[in-house]
């Protein structure tokens, strides 16, 4: 049976043969470069994952406001400024400027009630408008009114 310190020695030889391979302390520096090339993708990751957030809540809040906004309106009595008020109140939670609101004309022969809310890109994202510049976020909300003939009678 052979003994194994004849592999050791050899290892030991090896180390003194080439002894600035084998220092621990020639290594420190690896980990902060290794780091510094990690760092940047992981702060852009996180950095996309909070745009992407950010886009899908102020398109969210956007669907909300067309829709409470259309169910303002679509009662009688309504006005096209009730709607155009409920967008703002509800849209103001987020943005105080870079939407619109377009109502249709609500009046007492109006049948159905579309409501628009269109949030410009450039005014509540941070990095999106580099990538994706002129860019909105529309929505629409279509419902049917309580004032049309008929709709007591069913």
């Known amino acids: 049976m052979k ?20 220092r621990r302390s020639d290594r420190t520096g690896a980990s902060i470069v290794e780091f510094a090339f990690v760092a940047n993708l992981l702060i852009l ?4 994952c909070m745009e992407f957030a950010r886009m899908n809540m102020v398109r969210n809040l956007a669907q909300d406001a067309a829709y409470f906004a259309a169910r303002q309106a ?4 309504a006005t096209t400024q009730d709607a155009i008020d409920e967008a ?6 987020l943005a105080t400027s870079g939407y619109t609101v377009d109502v249709t004309s609500v009046d007492a ?3 159905d009630i579309r409501v628009t809310v269109s ?3 450039t005014a509540v994202a941070l990095f999106a408008p580099y990538f994706l510049p002129n860019t909105d976020i529309t929505t629409v909300a279509h419902l049917r009114t309580e004032r049309y003939d008929g709709f007591y009678e069913q």
């Open 3 to 22: 003994r194994r310190r004849n592999s050791f020695r050899r290892s030991q030889q090896r180390c003194k043969a080439f002894p600035k391979l084998y």
């Open 45 to 48: 990751m996180i950095l996309t």
């Open 74 to 77: 679509m009662v009688p009595g």
């Open 88 to 93: 703002s109140r509800i849209m103001d939670s």
């Open 109 to 111: 022969d109006a049948e």
């Open 119 to 121: 949030v410009d890109l």
